[in-house]
């Protein structure tokens, strides 16, 4: 046992070791929703952190400490999310097509997605410093929580808010838009990325190009307008 200590205390502050690791749990995750059919509920984000979460207490290993070795992952996300213009470009002449219907169901799926939060959490009595971090939920991360801070709220909490709102959306969107008799894949797309970000865009472009190149767009409109109407809502105050 004292060798395997050793040979942890050595691992445990090596930046490739959680590198690994994330990658490891990410492709099982993977593996397990091909295995299930890519169920909705099979969403790799929510089993890879299944899989990770318990190897980091377990091991006494902080987010920090676990950070410093992903980070590679997280500075992944802008090239993951400026490929994001390749199905764009695919279905460039439907988005034309589409720019009244884009702009209309910006405008109501954001305003939609923050006002029932907050009056949701105002009626159940959430401190102002909650509703200032429950606001963002509906953009990116990074955005949430400088906006989050902004406010007065809590960047963290926000950052949360935003993963549970991404893996939440993205595990009802087919069987809600199914029930809902919604077979346009450009309308469902945008939904799912106007509501969850780039976990539903993933999720989006799983299940067709159009639909993905939809969620792709909405995120980014979102992630814009969200930002200027709370902007507005700071300066007002």
Same mark, same amino acid.
């Given at each position: 046992?004292?060798?395997?200590?050793?040979?942890?205390?050595?691992?445990?502050?090596?930046?490739?070791?959680?590198?690994?690791?994330?990658?490891?749990?990410?492709?099982?995750?993977?593996?397990?929703?091909?295995?299930l059919g890519n169920?909705?509920?099979?969403?790799?984000?929510?089993? +890879?952190?299944?899989?990770?979460?318990?190897?980091?207490?377990?091991?006494?290993t902080s987010y920090?400490?676990?950070?410093?070795?992903?980070?590679?992952?997280?500075?992944?996300?802008?090239?993951?999310?400026?490929?994001?213009?390749?199905?764009?470009?695919?279905?460039?002449?439907?988005?034309?097509? +589409?720019?009244?219907?884009?702009?209309?169901?910006?405008?109501?799926?954001?305003?939609?997605?923050?006002?029932?939060?907050?009056?949701?959490?105002?009626?159940?009595?959430?401190?102002?410093?909650?509703?200032?971090?429950?606001?963002?939920? +509906?953009?990116?991360?990074?955005?949430?929580?400088?906006?989050?801070?902004?406010?007065?709220?809590?960047? +963290?909490?926000?950052?949360?808010?935003?993963?549970?709102?991404?893996?939440?959306?993205?595990?009802?969107?087919?069987?809600?838009?199914?029930?809902?008799?919604?077979?346009?894949?450009?309308?469902?797309?945008?939904?799912?990325?106007?509501?969850?970000?780039?976990?539903?865009?993933?999720?989006?472009?799983?299940?067709?190009?159009?639909?993905?190149?939809?969620?792709?767009?909405?995120?980014?409109?979102?992630?814009?307008?969200?930002?200027?109407?709370?902007?507005?809502?700071?300066?007002?105050?």
């Amino acid at each position: 046992m004292s060798g395997f200590s050793e040979i942890w205390v050595y691992l445990a502050t090596s930046p490739l070791t959680w590198l690994g690791a994330t990658l490891v749990a990410f492709v099982l995750a993977l593996r397990i929703g091909a295995l299930l059919g890519n169920s909705p509920l099979a969403n790799s984000v929510l089993l +890879s952190a299944a899989m990770l979460i318990p190897v980091l207490l377990l091991t006494g290993t902080s987010y920090p400490t676990y950070f410093e070795g992903a980070q590679f992952v997280h500075f992944l996300l802008g090239p993951a999310t400026v490929s994001l213009a390749v199905p764009l470009y695919r279905n460039l002449a439907a988005v034309k097509r +589409s720019i009244v219907p884009i702009a209309v169901a910006l405008v109501a799926g954001s305003v939609t997605a923050m006002g029932s939060a907050l009056a949701i959490a105002a009626i159940f009595g959430a401190p102002p410093e909650v509703l200032a971090s429950i606001a963002p939920k +509906s953009v990116s991360a990074p955005i949430a929580m400088e906006l989050a801070k902004s406010l007065g709220g809590i960047p +963290s909490l926000a950052a949360v808010l935003v993963i549970l709102t991404g893996v939440t959306g993205a595990i009802i969107v087919t069987p809600l838009m199914n029930a809902l008799g919604t077979k346009n894949y450009a309308a469902r797309g945008f939904a799912v990325g106007v509501a969850s970000h780039g976990i539903g865009t993933a999720r989006a472009l799983q299940v067709n190009d159009m639909a993905g190149a939809f969620a792709g767009i909405a995120m980014a409109l979102n992630g814009a307008f969200t930002a200027i109407l709370l902007t507005g809502f700071l300066l007002l105050r």
